[in-house]
């Protein structure tokens, strides 16, 4: 299967800067798409950054201009560039996989433990 471990979270001050990483490991012969996720207490989880099947990048509008998703496709590595930070970033950031798996060749989903961010004003 695919385990995915995030890092880079923590606690900044509005207008600061973080940067999550997620690497993929496991049984699969490719990872096609891995994206950012967040989920704010009370709401419900939220596309923050990824890629289109074409490898355009995609944000959400609220993200956008502050945020840059990359991808180190040789360490099967995505990271979330997150500059400008607001108190509204608050969240737990999840890293989304989408894996072809080695053993049955099917497609499956997969997702991080979590990492907290908050941002104080």
């Known amino acids: 299967q695919v385990q995915l471990v995030e890092s880079g979270g923590g606690l900044v001050q509005a207008g600061g800067s973080l940067r999550l990483s997620c690497a993929a490991s496991g049984s699969f012969s490719r990872i096609n798409r891995m994206d950012w996720y967040r989920q704010a207490p009370g709401n419900q989880r939220e596309l923050v950054a990824g890629?289109?099947?074409?490898?355009?990048?995609i944000y959400a509008d609220v993200v956008k201009g502050r945020f840059t998703i990359s991808r180190d496709y040789a360490k099967n590595t995505v990271y979330l560039q997150m500059n400008s930070l607001q108190p509204e970033d608050t969240a737990v950031y999840y890293c989304?996989?989408?894996?072809?798996?080695?053993?049955?060749?099917?497609?499956?989903?997969?997702w991080g433990q979590g990492t907290q961010v908050t941002v104080s004003s």
């Open positions: 890629f289109t099947s074409g490898g355009s990048k």
């Open positions: 989304h996989a989408e894996a072809l798996i080695r053993s049955d060749y099917r497609v499956y989903d997969y």
